[in-house]
């Protein structure tokens, strides 16, 4: 039988041996910690801590390595081998970003701090044109808006002047016509009774012309009194106003004194030039002052310029101007033929007009134009090509040639004559730039901006 004794004994030791094995699953976790936070490089004052800690443990439990023994050999080790890989993978990494710059400096162009870099060759593909800055004399221009018109002293509204009905029509609308060509022949019978007048004053013209001679022998012989001659040469004399009065009826109305159907009346061209309107058909009826035909000289058309009371002391008769086609590529000088003495109570407007030579009939009527009028000359001390100006993020730049490439300068802009703006701020004369093709350097830093973006 066992003692009490003996049995307390027993558990003393077993209580020890569970101390002792809780103690050393503790001493192995700090271990394992220690061997994790050594992977992140700790610092001096780290490594001393977890020294003081082996120490303790060391101290609490006889039974483990002491410090320096193979378990802080191997965690040595460990940390070694993992500066190694760190080294070598740094090494690596900057290794290829070596590799990518060069790449990256292989590129025709790259955009490193919005420098866009064009080779020569690129330039001359691009048709990329570089000069310098310069001044130069600049001729102020004006716009004002215009509408071209007929030349209304070339223009003719053909009427019939007489009533009557249509009879043909040979000719269309569009064609040209010479003058004295027949477009309309209409049975009038006004004109009937004028060619009548006309043949009855004839006869009576003829009889009172036999009659004076007659009258005019007798009185030679001595058998008619002188009064008898008298009378017969003032019937001789109305007769012939009789018949110049009707042949002027007819001339007044257009119509010939000609023999054949007396109510047969032809509207002719008053001049060469185009059909440009055509209001008269085949059997129609018409009246007197209808306006059936259009004619126009086309050779010459009229510029109509709006002119705003503001701008009138700039426009005068004399000035040379050019007219623009707002439609389509195609301008012409002139002269400004009138200016109107009077405003318009709508429109607020004066009326001036320009008188173009039209060969090749391409100024239109009612086709609208541009009328840039010039005024006095300056000096400009720095100026660009208007082609260089560019537009970039709200900013109006022009593409300025580096020692690394073109670079996009912001610049303030001045006057301009269309060909050349001047340039108050940002570049100084001399300076090279991008004159032609600066559309090339701006599409560049179109494509840097979506790259930065991705």
């Excluded at 260089?388 to 996009?408: I, M, N, S």
Aim: charge should be negative; proline fraction near 5%; aromatic fraction near 4%.
């Amino acid at each position: 039988m066992i003692s009490n004794d003996s049995f307390q004994d027993r558990l003393r030791s077993r209580a020890g041996k569970q101390a002792i094995a809780i103690a050393v699953v503790m001493a192995l976790g700090a271990a394992a910690g220690v061997a994790i936070l050594t992977t992140g490089r700790p610092s001096a004052g780290a490594d001393a801590h977890a020294h003081d800690e082996g120490h303790a443990a060391d101290d609490d439990h006889p039974g483990e390595a002491p410090s320096g023994g193979p378990k802080d050999r191997k965690d040595h080790k460990d940390e070694s081998d993992h500066k190694d890989h760190k080294d070598q993978k740094g090494h690596d990494e900057a290794k290829g970003s070596g590799d990518q710059a060069s790449q990256h400096d292989a590129q025709p162009a790259h955009r490193d701090e919005g420098v866009i870099a064009l080779t020569a060759e690129q330039q001359k593909a691009a048709g990329v044109v570089v000069e310098a800055a310069r001044p130069a004399t600049l001729t102020a221009r004006y716009q004002l808006p215009g509408e071209v018109k007929f030349n209304e002293d070339t223009t003719a509204h053909v009427v019939p002047r007489v009533a009557g009905v249509v009879e043909s029509v040979p000719v269309s609308l569009g064609q040209q016509v010479r003058k004295g060509q027949v477009l309309a022949v209409l049975s009038s019978p006004t004109i009937s009774d004028q060619r009548a007048e006309l043949q009855a004053a004839q006869k009576r013209l003829q009889l009172a012309q036999t009659t004076h001679e007659r009258e005019k022998h007798l009185f030679e012989a001595r058998i008619s009194p002188q009064q008898d001659v008298q009378i017969a040469e003032q019937a001789l004399r109305e007769a012939e106003i009789a018949v110049a009065n009707a042949r002027q009826k007819l001339q007044a109305v257009g119509a010939r004194a000609e023999n054949g159907p007396l109510n047969r009346y032809e509207l002719r061209a008053p001049f060469d030039g185009t059909i440009v309107e055509k209001h008269i058909a085949l059997g129609e009826q018409v009246r007197d002052d209808a306006q059936v035909f259009t004619v126009a000289d086309l050779r010459t058309v009229w510029a109509q310029i709006s002119v705003p009371a503001t701008a009138l002391p700039m426009v005068r008769v004399g000035d040379a101007v050019t007219v623009r086609s707002a439609a389509f590529e195609q301008s012409a000088p002139g002269k400004v033929a009138y200016v109107g003495s009077l405003i318009g109570e709508a429109t607020r407007t004066a009326q001036a007009r320009v008188t173009l030579q039209n060969p090749q009939a391409v100024w239109r009527p009612g086709l609208f134009v541009n009328v840039e009028m010039a005024r006095e000359a300056v000096e400009a001390p720095v100026t660009v090509t208007a082609d260089a100006v560019q537009t970039l993020e709200d900013r109006t730049v022009v593409f300025v040639k580096t020692d690394a490439g073109f670079v996009a300068q912001p610049v303030q802009l001045g006057r301009t004559d269309g060909q050349r703006v001047e340039i108050v701020q940002g570049l100084k004369a001399g300076t090279p730039y991008i004159a032609v093709g600066s559309f090339i350097a701006k599409a560049e830093v179109g494509k840097s901006t979506a790259s930065h973006a991705h």
